[in-house]
Nanobody, 120 residues
Framework: QVQLVESGGGLVQPGGSLRLSCAATGTIFKIYNMGWYRQAPGKQRELVAVITRGSSTNYTDSVKGRFSISRDNAKNTVYLQMNSLKSEDTSVYYC??????????????WGQGTQVTVSS
C-alpha cells in the first residue's frame, strides 16, 4: 500500500526558513508528478509547487523566488525548501504524488499534512 509520509513542519519567525520532506513508501513502479499544496483555515486548498519526474517545476506566484521544490527519484522523496517565510504562508502543507503501483491503476496519493506556522 502506498503512503506519503511528511516531515519538517513547525513554528518559524517571519523571514526564517523551513524544509519539508515527503517520502512515498510501499511497492511502487513509478512516480510521475509530485507536488505540495497548502490549506489555511477557511480557505480552499491551493497548489504551491509541482515537479515532474524530469524535474521541471512550477510555482504559484506568491512563492516564486522564495520556495524551491526538488525530488530524489531513487528515494521516492520530494522536498520543499521555504525561505523568507511570511505570516501568510501559515497553513497545513500537504504532499501529493501521482503514483503507479503494482496491481493498481495510476492514482493520486496525499500525505497527512504538516503544520507550518510563521509567527513572531
Amino acid at each position: 500500500q502506498v503512503q506519503l509520509v511528511e516531515s519538517g513542519g513547525g513554528l518559524v519567525q517571519p523571514g526564517g526558513s523551513l524544509r519539508l520532506s515527503c517520502a512515498a513508501t510501499g511497492t511502487i513502479f513509478k512516480i510521475y508528478n509530485m507536488g505540495w499544496y497548502r490549506q489555511a483555515p477557511g480557505k480552499q486548498r491551493e497548489l504551491v509547487a509541482v515537479i515532474t519526474r524530469g524535474s521541471s517545476t512550477n510555482y504559484t506566484d506568491s512563492v516564486k523566488g522564495r520556495f524551491s521544490i526538488s525530488r530524489d527519484n531513487a528515494k521516492n522523496t520530494v522536498y520543499l525548501q521555504m525561505n523568507s517565510l511570511k505570516s501568510e504562508d501559515t497553513s497545513v502543507y500537504y504532499c501529493n504524488a501521482d503514483v503507479w503501483a503494482p496491481g493498481r491503476a495510476r492514482d493520486d496519493y496525499w500525505g497527512q499534512g504538516t503544520q507550518v506556522t510563521v509567527s513572531s
